[in-house]
């Protein structure tokens, strides 16, 4: 797979040394560079890339003002590059894949390329799988879900790696270290062995981020982590209780015994 790759920076010598080091990884492919805000959008616009490495200080249109003129349009995934930390948080809430501090340093690069393959993966199984969709209703629209390859979920295409914004924070969790995720309201308590932590994201958002070999949904607001999961208690009118690796407890409601089958 081929990343069409856009690289924005106000600096030409930071664009210059940005570029040396993308052309390292075989599948980037550069369509351009842009010096401004303003240049930026219409490149977007023109060359659709699928990436664009974005710096965040820039005369006039900065780089969140960026990724706010394209709300109109598919936005490509955007990876943030900064000389300076405190705009990390920012770059997260604007749904940054990654977020480079300059000098860019290669194994940093290389772990931030790993995320993009990942999720430009999934985007693009998502949209062959809708064109597939499409093309098979005009020729049997009743039965469509049937005539579908039905394929097991590749663990690629989703996070291993999620960001939390907490108490002015930046944590970095790694998503086989979550025992449970408990849903209140838009916010999302993401609990591992010694610590939670609060994402703002709905749980359905939440949801298509984790792969469900692993994680699934035991509750109407719980997600649990089935490799975490020590034993599995019966209890009355078919719910059970399922006591993680921590020792903590989680109900599983009828609605949701079909992932009890699995332990049994």
């Known amino acids: ?32 560079h842009a010096m401004n805000g303003r240049e930026a959008i219409r490149a977007i616009r023109t060359e659709k890339p699928d990436v664009v490495f974005l710096d965040v200080q820039m005369p006039g249109f900065d780089g969140f003002s960026v990724v706010s003129a394209l709300a109109d349009i598919e936005p490509p995934l955007f990876v943030f590059v900064t000389a300076y930390s405190d705009h990390a948080i920012r770059a997260f809430e604007a749904q940054a894949v990654d977020y480079l501090m300059k000098p860019v340093e290669p194994e940093r690069l290389a772990q931030t390329m790993d995320r993009l393959r990942a999720r430009l993966a999934g985007k693009k199984l998502s949209e062959e799988a809708g064109r597939m969709a499409a093309r098979l209703a005009e020729v049997d629209p009743d039965n469509v879900s049937s005539l579908l390859p039905q394929t097991e979920p590749s663990s690629d295409r989703y996070e291993r790696i999620i960001n939390v914004k907490d108490q002015g924070q930046i944590f970095r969790i790694d998503v086989d270290s979550i025992e449970k995720i408990d849903a209140a309201g838009d916010y999302m308590c993401l609990t591992t062995a010694d610590k939670t932590l609060v994402l703002r994201e709905t749980m359905k958002d939440l949801e298509r981020r984790l792969d469900p070999r692993k994680f699934q949904r035991v509750h109407r607001s719980t997600i649990v982590n089935l490799d975490n999961v020590r034993q599995v208690k019966p209890h009355t009118n078919g719910e059970c209780f399922l006591t993680l690796a921590s020792g903590a407890t989680v109900k599983v409601s009828r609605s949701y015994r079909e992932v009890v089958a699995r332990f049994l």
Not at 7 to 15: G, K, Q, S, T, Y
């Open 1 to 32: 797979m081929t990343i069409r790759t856009l690289v924005v920076d106000d600096e030409p010598l930071a664009i210059q040394g940005l570029e040396l080091r993308l052309a390292a990884f075989p599948d980037i492919e550069l369509v351009g």
